[in-house]
């Protein structure tokens, strides 16, 4: 059975630690073990991604490198889980991508989920947004009019190119509130890992980070109330998202709704 990769690296593409915290879950409540890596040595700026040094529990002085590493995880079912965790590269992107997929192949990967997390105006205090979108093929043509212009990172370069190489391949970003981008965010992890959920058989054990979510969230609640600058910020946020959601700023529902109208006066007539 062919395995599916989980991608996600740390740095710009991460906002609240969202898109590492998914993998870091995944190790956590499932079974892995190291099979591969990319060594940090031709792509990582050690000024901004130093190497650090540990005692082992034999007692011996160990340096960890910011190597991308590479691991299977097995569910208890379903097909095994490729995860690619590092941080983002600082030199020689098309080569690290290009050391990446070729590991991927290697595993037998067909299929990609690719992780981000970005900073917006989104409200803590409403479910974060999550967006999904299948990367096109080499020779596919798609209608950019409303698609995303402007920097991106590794993450981006890394789904398009597993997607040349004909892995189906799924990006996968959830906004995280700006205000509050200091810290983890539970909350964003969790809901990368509800769109993650829809993508893999075994179900995914959610119960402490739900905890952690609501925990969270009432943090950031206490922190609103001792300021009321932020009070009043998250409160026009809260108005800006929930009148975007509501079903009157559809024109599909205007429409009808106006069709409902005509049909009433017609039967009252």
């Given at each position: 059975?062919?395995r599916?990769?989980i991608?996600?690296f740390?740095?710009?593409?991460?906002?609240?630690?969202?898109?590492?915290?998914v993998?870091?879950h995944l190790?956590?409540?499932w079974?892995?073990?190291?099979?591969?890596?990319?060594?940090?040595?031709?792509f990582?700026?050690?000024?901004?991604n130093?190497p650090?040094?540990?005692t082992s529990?034999?007692?011996?002085?160990?340096?960890d490198?910011?190597?991308?590493e590479?691991r299977i995880?097995q569910?208890p079912r379903?097909?095994?889980?490729?995860?690619?965790?590092?941080?983002?590269?600082?030199?020689?992107?098309k080569?690290?991508?290009?050391?990446?997929?070729?590991?991927?192949?290697?595993?037998?990967?067909?299929?990609?989920?690719?992780?981000?997390?970005?900073?917006?105006?989104?409200?803590?205090?409403?479910p974060?947004?999550?967006?999904a979108?299948?990367?096109?093929?080499?020779?596919?043509p798609?209608?950019?009019?409303?698609?995303y212009?402007g920097?991106?990172?590794?993450?981006?370069?890394l789904a398009?190119?597993?997607a040349?190489?004909?892995m189906?391949t799924t990006?996968?970003?959830v906004?995280?509130?700006?205000?509050?981008s200091?810290?983890?965010s539970?909350k964003?992890?969790?809901?990368l890992?509800?769109?993650?959920?829809?993508?893999?058989?075994?179900p995914?054990?959610?119960?402490?980070?739900?905890?952690?979510?609501e925990?969270?969230e009432?943090?950031v609640?206490?922190l609103?109330?001792?300021?009321?600058?932020?009070a009043?910020?998250?409160?026009?946020?809260?108005?800006?998202q929930?009148a975007?959601?509501?079903?009157?700023?559809?024109?599909?529902a205007?429409?009808?709704?106006f069709?409902?109208?005509?049909?009433?006066?017609?039967?009252?007539e």
């Amino acid at each position: 059975m062919s395995r599916i990769a989980i991608t996600a690296f740390s740095g710009w593409n991460d906002a609240g630690e969202a898109a590492s915290g998914v993998i870091e879950h995944l190790l956590q409540v499932w079974p892995s073990r190291p099979v591969g890596a990319v060594d940090a040595e031709d792509f990582i700026d050690f000024q901004v991604n130093r190497p650090e040094i540990r005692t082992s529990e034999e007692g011996l002085r160990v340096i960890d490198w910011p190597d991308t590493e590479l691991r299977i995880v097995q569910p208890p079912r379903g097909p095994e889980i490729v995860t690619v965790l590092g941080p983002e590269p600082s030199l020689h992107w098309k080569r690290f991508c290009d050391e990446v997929l070729e590991q991927l192949q290697a595993l037998d990967v067909s299929s990609v989920i690719s992780l981000g997390a970005l900073l917006a105006d989104s409200p803590h205090s409403r479910p974060l947004p999550v967006s999904a979108e299948v990367e096109p093929g080499r020779a596919e043509p798609v209608d950019g009019s409303e698609l995303y212009t402007g920097p991106i990172g590794v993450p981006t370069i890394l789904a398009r190119r597993t997607a040349s190489a004909g892995m189906r391949t799924t990006s996968t970003w959830v906004q995280v509130p700006h205000y509050v981008s200091q810290n983890a965010s539970p909350k964003a992890v969790l809901g990368l890992l509800r769109e993650v959920q829809s993508l893999v058989s075994a179900p995914i054990p959610l119960s402490e980070l739900v905890e952690d979510a609501e925990a969270w969230e009432r943090g950031v609640d206490e922190l609103a109330r001792t300021d009321e600058d932020v009070a009043e910020y998250v409160r026009r946020l809260e108005r800006a998202q929930d009148a975007a959601e509501l079903p009157e700023a559809s024109g599909d529902a205007i429409a009808e709704e106006f069709e409902q109208f005509l049909r009433r006066r017609r039967e009252s007539e």
